[in-house]
């Protein structure tokens, strides 16, 4: 019974425990199981004291953890995962969590986006072009766009103008790979100036996006 609520706690803090919740209700038992295992070995990545000079006492700190709930995890089956995450469950009801809208026409980039984005807690939709960018934000209202700048169809420079006709306010976040193209650099770059948008390029570090992100939201 210790090792069950010492397992309840890391996952609680670590912001899993809530996300699984939601898993089961929405997916199934199966799919809550599988996000709790699989979670961990994407974090242990995320929060490697190595990624993370500048907060590396928090780093070790988490990765503590994350190692304390591998072994928790190799200590019971898949039962006993489910009745946690279906026990209590409604006694905490779920808070309101902060929105991302990532619009980006690389497929395995938008799968590592939305599932890291996910395990930190937020409520994550994805789009494939500006076009869908758009429809997608009318619908979902995020609190970010965190768009691609080259795509098809509607660029992301195109895509924040036209959310800005509705929401002025919108927090943007810019990432892209390519810079090459002059008129598209002057436009981006009137964009920071006049908006203050962070810009991102790729490759970039899981932490540093991580830590962006969290930083402009809670501005």
Known sequence: M???????RDLADLGLLEKAREICSELGETSAVSYIKSSYRLLSKVYHPDLNPRNADKARELQRKLNRLNESLKCVDDRDLVELVRDRSDLKP???????????????????????????????????????GYKAYL?????????DIVMPKMNGL??????????????????????????????????????????LSKPTKISVMLGLVKEYLNE
Not at 139 to 147: N, S
């Open 139 to 147: 619908k979902f209202k995020p609190d970010l766009v965190f768009t």
């Open 94 to 132: 779920v808070s309101a969590k902060r929105k991302i809208l990532v619009v980006e026409d690389e497929f395995g980039l938008q799968e590592t986006l939305r599932d890291v984005f996910q395990m930190e807690g937020y409520d994550v939709r994805v789009a494939v072009d500006g076009d869908k």
């Open 158 to 199: 195109e895509l924040v103008s036209k959310i800005r006709e509705t929401d002025p306010k919108i927090k943007v976040i810019y990432v892209s790979g390519f810079f090459g193209v002059r008129p598209l650099r002057d436009a981006l770059d009137d964009e920071v100036r006049n908006y203050g948008y962070p810009v």
């Open 2 to 8: 210790e090792r069950i609520n010492v397992l309840e």
